[in-house]
C-alpha cells in the first residue's frame, strides 16, 4: 500500500481531506448569512464537529487498530482543551473591538482559516525538529511549562486588560492600510470612493480619517480585529503545537487531531460565550494540563536519553486530561465565584 511522506496510506490522507473540505463547505454554506448564534444551535453544531471528528476516529480505529485510533482521540482532546484559553481571548478581542455579535462568525470562520494553514506550518517544522534529537523535546516541555506558569500569572492579573491599539497586528494593518473607524456592514475593507460618500453624511463629520493616503483600500475594525485574532492564534500554536506532538510523532495524526478540533472552534465559542460565567475553574483545568504535558514531554525525551524504561501511554493520556477537564467543569458549578453568588 502506497504510503504517503505523513507515513500512512495515500487513501487516509484522501479521507481526511474529503472530511476537512467538506466540512468547511457545510460551515460556510450554513452560516453564509450575518446572524446571531444562538447557544442552542452553537450546541447542536458543537455537537455535529464532535460527529464528523468521531467519524474519523472510527475510521483510524478499524484500518490501524486502537494505538493509533487513541493517539487522535488524545491529541484532539489536548487541542480542544487547550483552545478553551484561545476561545477567551477572542472573547476580550471582540469585547474591545466592540464587533457586533452577528459578525462574530464571519471573523471566527476566515481566522480558522488561517489557523489551518498556520498549523500544517509548524506541524511540518515541530516534528521535523523532533528529528534532530531528544533535547529538541526537552526544549518543547520547557516552552509548555513555561506556558503553564505564564498562565497561572495571567489569572492572578485578570483585571488588566490589553490594550489591542499596541498590538503587533493592529500596528501592521495600520502601516500598509489607512483605516475607516466605523463597522462597515460585514466588510472587511472599505474602498476610496465609498470613504467619501460617508464623510458627506452628518454623523460622520467628527470623524478622523487620512484622505491622503496612497492607498484607495481602508481596512475596517472587522479586519483589524481579524488580524489580531490571527497574530494571536500564531502566538497561541506556538504552545499548542508542541503539546500536541507530545502525544504521536506522524504529522498526519498531529494535524487531523488539531484540524478536527479547530473546525468546531467556532461553534464551541458561541457555547463558551454563553457558559464563561458558570466555567470559572475551567483555566486551571487547562494550567494543570499543560504541567502534565511538559511532564510527558519531559518522560519521553529522558528515556531517550537513559532509557529509565517509564513512559505514558495515549490511552493513559486521554483519560488523565479527560478526567482533569471533568474536574474542572464540575468545580466550577460546586463552587462558584464570589461574583456568580453575589448575583443569586
Not at 482559516?113 to 515541530?126: L, T
Not at 521535523?128 to 518543547?140: D, M, N, P, Q, T
Not at 475593507?189 to 491622503?212: A, Y
Request: hydrophobic content about 55%.
Amino acid at each position: 500500500m502506497t504510503t504517503t511522506f505523513l507515513g500512512f496510506p495515500i487513501q487516509t490522507a484522501i479521507v481526511f481531506v474529503v472530511l476537512l473540505v467538506g466540512a468547511l463547505f457545510i460551515d460556510l454554506f450554513s452560516h453564509r448569512k450575518d446572524s446571531v448564534i444562538s447557544l442552542k444551535s452553537a450546541a447542536l453544531w458543537s455537537v455535529f464537529w464532535i460527529a464528523v471528528s468521531m467519524l474519523f476516529a472510527a475510521y483510524l480505529f478499524y484500518d490501524f487498530g486502537s494505538e493509533v485510533g487513541s493517539l487522535f482521540l488524545t491529541g484532539y482532546a489536548l487541542e480542544k482543551v487547550l483552545s478553551v484559553d484561545n476561545l477567551f481571548v477572542m472573547m476580550a478581542i471582540f469585547s474591545w473591538f466592540s464587533i457586533p455579535s452577528k459578525y462574530w462568525h464571519r471573523i471566527l470562520y476566515w481566522g480558522i482559516i488561517g489557523a489551518i494553514i498556520f498549523r500544517g506550518i509548524f506541524v511540518v517544522i515541530g516534528t521535523g525538529l523532533l528529528s534532530l534529537g531528544s533535547y529538541v523535546e526537552l526544549a518543547f516541555a520547557l516552552v509548555v511549562g513555561w506556558t503553564a506558569v505564564m498562565m497561572l500569572k495571567s489569572n492572578d492579573n485578570e483585571e488588566e486588560i490589553e490594550d489591542y491599539s499596541q498590538h503587533l497586528a493592529y500596528r501592521l494593518v495600520k502601516r500598509f492600510f489607512p483605516v475607516w473607524p466605523k463597522i462597515y456592514g460585514h466588510n472587511f475593507f472599505i474602498n476610496r470612493q465609498h470613504v467619501d460618500e460617508e464623510l458627506t453624511k452628518p454623523e460622520n463629520k467628527d470623524l478622523v480619517v487620512n484622505r491622503t493616503a496612497k492607498s484607495a483600500i481602508y481596512a475596517t475594525p472587522l479586519f483589524l480585529c481579524l488580524a489580531v485574532i490571527e497574530i494571536s492564534d500564531v502566538m497561541f500554536a506556538f504552545d499548542s503545537v508542541p503539546a500536541v506532538i507530545a502525544v504521536s510523532r506522524e504529522p498526519l495524526i498531529i494535524y487531523s487531531a488539531m484540524m478536527f478540533a479547530i473546525l468546531g472552534l467556532r461553534s464551541l465559542y458561541f457555547v463558551l460565550e454563553a457558559l464563561k460565567r458558570f466555567l470559572v475553574h475551567l483555566e486551571k483545568s487547562v494550567v494543570v494540563i499543560l504541567f502534565f504535558i511538559a511532564f510527558k514531554l519531559f518522560l519521553n525525551a529522558s528515556e531517550h536519553l537513559w532509557h529509565h524504561g517509564y513512559s505514558i501511554s495515549a490511552t493513559a493520556s486521554l483519560i488523565i486530561i479527560l478526567v482533569v477537564l471533568a474536574i474542572g467543569i464540575i468545580a466550577s458549578f460546586l463552587f462558584p465565584s464570589k461574583q456568580e453568588d453575589e448575583n443569586k
